[in-house]
């Protein structure tokens, strides 16, 4: 029957409520018929969501009082398929640890106190930064956008996007009194830089689509301008080369509503995680004997992985890092270098749930792929002992070195902290990048009082101003001729010098590129 129309048969969710005592407390999910989750961390105020997919809520109250996180919301997110949302607040030290189980019909999330007095670090067992990722990488080429249009169906409002190729998107979306939904389109480039789509909807004034950067770094933007928080969904063809963005008439509650998020069209070419086979991105190359030094800035951790955080403070070592790579972006190229940014977002490089490795390698491909002079690592340093404190900067290849030695002396200077010295770590990205490369541990974020000053902007520049200085010194010393330095003598690793502590040879699998962001013992830092 042409006529018929569709409909959802779910069972109910007819019990939300807390199981336990004091620091041993469960909150415990009980619905008619198997249920699954999924969950995602949200801040200001920082918030755990639990999204529950088959279940329509059944519930007396849609709220249910902690003691020590306040109070728990609950409400029906959608219907048709059913989604339940459960916001739990998230107070300093503590941490909600999901069931082992995705799908059943009765689910525990732990309610517990956090290790580290405050301080997070990347990695934490049932930590909400820390999510199931893929075992297979996939790489992403620039594309073009080949079609977009604009229709409108029974009050809905459908933007369809067309791509060259699979592509990566990210999307956010701002709260009151500007509701404008974002959505950003890494390594994209559009015929044109501008253009509008004319759209009929009561609430959408417009959709805007712009080339918001260009290369080296190409990103393309699509703005949806709307006078109220509209349902707004993102999600691929079936082609696996192009976006929907469903704008429909309804309005969320912005407490609850997801603000971020981000996702890929299609797989692409599956690759090996060490890339063979895989075309670059296409980046600026200067011509060889122009002068012009290319560096690669790497703002460490960002997306699935903020890598440390001090609660107390609220300070989280991806938002760090991207500010004073961004500082440093600007210091540098108004003194006339060529900077490429393995990121300039809250983003993974290599994609969305990529595997520590795959990210790592993404890292180290962009500053191979521009033929960069030099690669910069920036990191912040965490530790169990809240005393430990300091800057460092860590070297593998014998080029390395030398740059970290031109790096440190003008960093500790501009932030007049403790010199913890230059180390040898063989590092992933250190180790698998062919220019001279240095990893940077500003500061430490689990330090009070380096922890407040990471924090502060003013700080973050000094910071800024020390590493271009070092890096100026460096270039005038070394990078004259550019065409002097053998690739071999790049690859070699460092001899073992007196001022130099020396790690195991081990290449560390975590984002963060370093042993956990362990710290060196104090006998063996100069």
């Known amino acids: 029957?042409?006529?018929?129309?569709?409909?959802?048969?779910?069972?109910?969710?007819?019990?939300v409520h807390l199981e336990g005592a004091g620091d041993n407390q469960q909150l415990v999910v009980q619905a008619e018929h198997e249920v699954s989750y999924k969950t995602f961390s949200l801040k200001n105020p920082s918030r755990f969501v639990v999204d529950i997919s088959g279940g329509v809520l059944n519930v007396a109250s849609p709220s249910i009082a902690h003691a020590k996180l306040g109070t728990i919301r609950l409400g029906q997110f959608t219907l048709g398929p059913a989604v339940t949302r459960i916001v739990i607040p998230l107070a300093s030290g503590y941490q909600i640890l999901p069931p082992g189980e995705i799908r059943g019909r009765v689910l525990r999330f732990a309610i517990k106190p956090s290790s580290g007095a405050g301080v997070s670090g990347s990695g934490s067992s049932g930590s909400p930064r820390t999510p199931a990722k893929p075992a297979v990488a996939y790489s992403f080429r620039t594309q073009q956008l080949t079609r977009s249009s604009a229709d409108e169906r029974k009050g809905v409002c459908v933007v369809h996007l067309e791509f060259s190729g699979p592509v990566q998107y990210e999307w956010s979306r701002l709260i009151a009194p500007d509701y404008r939904f974002f959505v950003d389109l890494p390594n994209v480039i559009l015929p044109d830089s501008k253009k509008e789509l004319k759209v009929r909807h009561r609430h959408l004034s417009g959709v805007r689509i712009?080339?918001?950067?260009?290369?080296?770094n190409p990103k393309a933007r699509v703005v949806l301008d709307m006078s109220r928080p509209l349902e707004v969904k993102v999600s691929p063809g079936s082609n696996g080369k192009s976006l929907d963005i469903e704008i429909?008439?309804?309005?969320?509650?912005?407490?609850?509503?997801?603000?971020?998020?981000?996702?890929?069209?299609?797989?692409?070419?599956?690759?090996?995680?060490?890339?063979?086979?895989?075309?670059?991105?296409?980046?600026?190359?200067?011509?060889?004997?122009?002068?012009?030094?290319?560096?690669?800035?790497?703002?460490?951790?960002?997306?699935?992985?903020?890598?440390?955080?001090?609660?107390?403070?609220?300070?989280a070592e991806e938002d760090v890092t991207l500010d004073v790579g961004l500082r440093l972006?600007?210091?540098?190229?108004?003194?006339?270098?060529?900077?490429?940014?393995?990121?300039?977002?809250?983003?993974?490089?290599?994609?969305?749930?990529?595997?520590?490795?795959?990210?790592?390698?993404?890292?180290?491909?962009?500053?191979?792929?521009?033929?960069?002079?030099?690669?910069?690592?920036?990191?912040?340093?965490?530790?169990?002992?809240?005393?430990?404190?300091?800057?460092?900067?860590?070297?593998?290849?014998?080029?390395d070195i030398v740059l970290g030695e031109e790096m440190i002396a003008p960093l500790i200077r501009a932030t007049g902290r403790r010199n913890r010295g230059v180390h040898q770590d063989r590092f992933y990205v250190l180790a698998h990048t062919q220019m001279p490369a240095v990893l940077v541990e500003t500061a430490f974020v689990s330090h009070s009082e380096e922890g407040r000053l990471l924090g502060d902007p003013v700080f973050r520049q000094r910071i800024a101003e020390g590493l271009a200085e070092g890096l100026n010194n460096y270039a005038y010393k070394y990078l004259k001729d550019r065409g002097t330095a053998k690739p071999s003598t790049l690859s070699t690793p460092a001899p073992k010098r007196s001022y130099i502590t020396v790690r195991p040879a081990a290449v560390p699998t975590s984002k963060s590129d370093r042993d956990s962001d362990a710290v060196l013992p104090q006998s063996v830092l100069k």
């Open 248 to 315: 429909g008439s309804n309005t969320v509650e912005a407490n609850t509503s997801i603000i971020s998020g981000n996702g890929i069209t299609g797989s692409g070419s599956a690759q090996p995680a060490s890339g063979s086979g895989d075309e670059p991105v296409s980046v600026y190359r200067p011509k060889p004997g122009s002068g012009v030094r290319t560096i690669c800035i790497d703002p460490g951790h960002g997306g699935n992985d903020s890598g440390a955080y001090n609660r107390s403070l609220d300070v």
């Open 210 to 216: 712009s080339q918001n950067s260009g290369r080296p």
């Open 329 to 399: 972006r600007d210091l540098l190229r108004s003194s006339g270098w060529n900077v490429v940014m393995t990121r300039e977002t809250d983003r993974d490089v290599s994609y969305a749930g990529s595997t520590d490795s795959e990210e790592l390698w993404a890292r180290a491909k962009v500053a191979n792929d521009c033929g960069a002079d030099v690669f910069v690592s920036i990191h912040c340093n965490s530790a169990a002992n809240s005393a430990a404190e300091g800057t460092s900067i860590h070297a593998y290849k014998q080029g």
């Open 1 to 15: 029957d042409s006529k018929a129309s569709s409909a959802w048969a779910e069972g109910l969710i007819n019990d």
